[in-house]
């Protein structure tokens, strides 16, 4: 059968890394693509209105920024969109997107410094399966049809994760486990040289807590194995149940030590959210005496590092385990600060009163979404003195930074980090600033027992 191939010229960047090529009422999204060079396109998927497609190699004179990725499974996985780019053409594709992002918003949006830090990727999700022919396999999803692509030689990952993806399919493999309906994924993360490792399953399943002592055997770093239960298997309530050693792991950063688990969500490369979370007093410009509220808390780390540049900060985290973790992390450090598992808007609505005529110093981690009004309502209520806008997804901050502007606030800068190597995926900070910036007439509160 012909292939079907196209030559095309990508005319800008997609979230997910790709380049995209506008047609009549549909787009072609490009893998291994370039805005501005002519490439040979394959066609290999289509999706709604998009067509899915690779690029083949330039069709003429190559791009001045492409390169040969080091990965000979670059293809295969996909997880690394933009390897084909040299560091100047990474740096210029974040740059194109958030303004790209600022331009549909009809903001004039400057991106501000990217902190590029050193250091591997520290947690990765894995899949046990079968190959495209059939072979069992511990890997990631191929790009192009069915099957895993093993990726034991991922040169962005750490080597102790590089390792757990052997000895995961080894043990698998001698344990003679069930490559469908048993395990769903296999999430593992390195800390501090330990590893600790979640295995997510449909079912409970005896055969999983026979196998994560195999798994020890093999991995003399291997801190805990927990399992991950749906709700209608979660017999104890709590989402998880521990099969080998911890269920958590022992984390110092910033002056304090933590313990942390498989559930939080934290980005995978830990040294740039370690800087930025760090950075969290200077953006804000807190001073010591400031009251700080902080919306997405997580397991408490911006927060208490918040908390122990004011004197006191208010976390506000609905994921239960984050939240409890939260609580016990800052109890343990003896940090001031408090943590509310509402909804934001109740939250919000209960700090309120220790807050009047504190002029609060607010932090929001957006993720990947826009705020809903009523959670804006609520913030801009508490008149807050600034607030700092947390996101992932370019286009969606972009549109909430729209929205803080029409409303009178002004843009002070924003900056950003590159939290997954090799990929388009970054955490933004905007920083916005209230008209009015009268010092209040409170010092922040103490603090109480968490809630």
């Not at 549909?104 to 999700?125: K, Q």
């Not at 191929?142 to 034991?152: C, S, T």
């Not at 980005?267 to 400031?290: E, I, K, T």
Request: hydrophobic share 40%; glycine share 10%.
């Amino acid at each position: 059968m012909k292939e079907d191939v196209h030559v095309v010229v990508p005319e800008g960047w997609l979230s997910r890394g790709e380049a995209y090529v506008s047609g009549d009422g549909t787009q072609m999204a490009v893998f291994g693509g370039i805005p501005g060079e002519a490439v040979r396109a394959r066609v290999f998927g289509r999706q709604g209105r998009q067509v899915r497609a690779r690029a083949l190699g330039p069709a003429d004179r190559p791009h001045p920024q492409r390169v040969q990725p080091t990965c000979d499974k670059w293809g295969p996985c996909g997880g690394c969109p933009w390897m084909h780019l040299s560091p100047r053409g990474q740096y210029d594709g974040h740059e194109a997107l958030w303004r790209e992002a600022g331009r549909t918003s009809g903001i004039d949006l400057a991106p501000g410094p990217l902190h590029r830090l050193p250091g591997n990727v520290t947690d990765v999700t894995v899949y046990w399966g079968s190959s495209d022919l059939g072979y069992p396999r511990v890997g990631v999803p191929a790009r192009e049809g069915h099957g895993l692509v093993a990726i034991p030689g991922c040169e962005k990952v750490s080597p102790l994760v590089r390792s757990f993806m052997g000895a995961a399919a080894t043990s698998l493999r001698n344990a003679e486990m069930r490559t469908e309906g048993v395990i769903d994924s296999l999430r593992a993360r390195e800390i501090d040289g330990q590893l600790l490792v979640a295995v997510r399953t449909s079912r409970f399943a005896p055969a999983v807590a026979a196998w994560a002592p195999m798994l020890a055997t093999t991995l003399v770093e291997l801190r805990g194995v927990v399992m991950e239960l749906p709700v209608e298997e979660d017999k104890a309530g709590i989402g998880w149940q521990k099969l080998y050693g911890l269920d958590h792991l022992e984390w110092s950063v910033a002056g304090m030590h933590w313990r942390v688990g498989t559930e939080e969500h934290l980005p995978r490369q830990l040294d740039a959210y370690v800087s930025l979370v760090q950075a969290a007093p200077r953006l804000l410009g807190v001073q010591p005496g400031d009251a700080v509220l902080d919306l997405g808390a997580h397991i408490g780390l911006r927060t208490a590092i918040l908390a122990r540049a004011a004197g006191w900060a208010y976390g506000v985290e609905t994921d239960p385990r984050a939240y409890q973790r939260a609580v016990e992390n800052v109890a343990h450090n003896r940090v001031a600060a408090e943590f509310s598992s509402f909804s934001w808007p109740e939250a919000i609505e209960d700090v309120t009163p220790r807050l009047a005529g504190r002029r609060p110093l607010v932090w929001i981690d957006t993720g990947r979404k826009e705020l809903g009004g009523r959670v804006v309502d609520a913030v801009t209520a508490l008149d807050p003195r600034r607030v700092a806008l947390q996101g992932s997804n370019p286009h969606a901050l972009a549109r909430e930074l729209a929205k803080w502007l029409q409303r009178g606030w002004i843009f002070t800068g924003m900056e950003r980090w590159d939290v997954d190597p090799h990929t388009p995926f970054t955490e933004g900070v905007a920083v916005l600033a209230s008209p009015n910036q009268s010092l209040p007439e409170k010092r922040g509160p103490r603090r109480k027992i968490a809630r």
